[in-house]
């Protein structure tokens, strides 16, 4: 979908969300179930994620929302969905509704869950790769990256999958290169460990370091992979790229290393002010900067 469309897509699904909030009966799916949040925690544990891709989004007057639409609104960080299952547990339809604080602490709730669940780690089991054909291989991981990301929340047992397949890939080809691929092949590669463990993207952040050496990666995809390998480690991180939610469900801040000289460090990985930078997530950072 193209930008346009995008936002074709978006202010139809906005318009079509105020005309109707001037009807005041709410709309319940007949025949369905809500599946409460207690339920999507179990699921959850037992790593079943919460699927939309086949399900009917509505608004609360129970207008037809485009998957797309949907995304897009959910992404403001203003927007929640309640999914409703079949009697076979299967997510039939969803109704988009204002978001509460209720929804940020039950974010918080999957991520502890997600962080037990998960915690103990799978071995990668190297793949066969064909290194003649990387381009294609890494557009892929790409794609599939992207999509298990289009519900707001990824499947790890697909993030894994992608995983495997990047670490075959330099396990048996070596780290890709711009002799062999494009940099922005090297970019998806990049983004598959940034949203691995941290056990992995700490043992392969050697060969994204040389990457940017020979000028085959952006210095600043680099400095977000070191900020989240510290946070995830608990230290204080250089760039400020890490953003989190506290025990509130409110975004903050992930603690820096000498706060004061953040946009000198920013500025030479080819980052922008951090007040700049956090003004997307509502988070204030007023500490004066300095320079050496």
Same mark, same amino acid.
């Given at each position: 979908?193209?930008?346009?469309?995008?936002?074709?897509?978006?202010?139809?699904?906005?318009?079509?969300?105020?005309?109707?909030? @001037?009807?005041?009966?709410?709309?319940?799916?007949?025949?369905?179930?809500?599946?409460?949040?207690?339920?999507?925690?179990?699921?959850?544990?037992?790593?079943?994620?919460?699927?939309?891709?086949?399900?009917?989004?509505?608004?609360?007057?129970?207008?037809?929302?485009?998957?797309?639409?949907?995304?897009?609104?959910?992404?403001?960080?203003?927007?929640?969905?309640?999914?409703?299952?079949?009697?076979?547990?299967?997510?039939?339809?969803?109704?988009?509704?204002?978001?509460?604080?209720?929804?940020?602490?039950?974010?918080?709730?999957?991520?502890?869950?997600?962080?037990?669940?998960?915690?103990?780690?799978?071995?990668?089991?190297?793949?066969?790769?064909?290194?003649?054909?990387?381009?294609?291989?890494?557009?892929?991981?790409?794609?599939?990256?992207?999509?298990?990301?289009?519900?707001?929340?990824?499947?790890?047992?697909?993030?894994?999958?992608?995983?495997?397949?990047?670490?075959?890939?330099?396990?048996?080809?070596?780290?890709?290169?711009?002799?062999?691929?494009?940099?922005?092949?090297?970019?998806?590669?990049?983004?598959?460990?940034?949203? %691995?463990?941290?056990?992995?993207?700490?043992?392969?952040? @050697?060969?994204?370091?040389? %990457?940017?050496?020979?000028?085959?990666?952006?210095?600043?995809?680099?400095?977000?992979?070191?900020?989240?390998?510290?946070?995830?480690?608990?230290?204080?991180?250089?760039?400020?790229?890490?953003?989190?939610?506290?025990?509130?469900?409110?975004?903050?801040?992930?603690?820096?290393?000498?706060?004061?000289?953040?946009? @000198?460090?920013?500025?030479?990985?080819?980052?922008?002010?951090?007040?700049?930078?956090?003004?997307?997530?509502?988070?204030?950072?007023?500490?004066? @900067?300095?320079?050496?």
């Amino acid at each position: 979908m193209n930008l346009k469309t995008l936002w074709v897509s978006l202010i139809l699904g906005i318009s079509l969300w105020l005309l109707s909030c @001037q009807n005041n009966k709410t709309y319940v799916p007949e025949g369905l179930t809500k599946l409460e949040n207690a339920e999507i925690l179990e699921r959850a544990r037992n790593k079943n994620i919460i699927n939309y891709e086949n399900a009917t989004i509505k608004n609360i007057s129970g207008l037809v929302i485009s998957m797309d639409s949907a995304m897009a609104m959910s992404q403001t960080q203003k927007w929640a969905l309640d999914p409703y299952v079949n009697e076979q547990g299967e997510v039939i339809e969803a109704i988009m509704r204002k978001r509460t604080p209720e929804d940020s602490l039950f974010e918080l709730q999957m991520i502890e869950v997600f962080e037990e669940v998960y915690n103990q780690e799978p071995t990668v089991t190297i793949q066969d790769v064909d290194c003649s054909d990387l381009k294609n291989i890494q557009t892929k991981l790409w794609e599939s990256d992207q999509k298990n990301r289009e519900n707001g929340i990824p499947d790890f047992e697909v993030d894994f999958k992608n995983l495997e397949v990047a670490v075959s890939i330099i396990e048996q080809c070596g780290m890709p290169t711009t002799q062999n691929v494009d940099r922005v092949h090297i970019e998806h590669l990049w983004l598959v460990f940034q949203h %691995a463990s941290n056990t992995y993207r700490k043992a392969y952040f @050697q060969h994204f370091q040389e %990457a940017v050496k020979r000028g085959d990666l952006r210095a600043s995809s680099l400095a977000l992979m070191e900020d989240r390998i510290l946070m995830d480690e608990g230290k204080p991180q250089i760039y400020g790229a890490q953003v989190a939610f506290d025990q509130n469900g409110v975004n903050t801040l992930h603690p820096i290393e000498s706060p004061e000289y953040v946009d @000198q460090r920013r500025a030479q990985v080819g980052l922008g002010p951090l007040k700049e930078y956090l003004t997307k997530f509502g988070v204030e950072f007023d500490i004066p @900067q300095k320079k050496k």
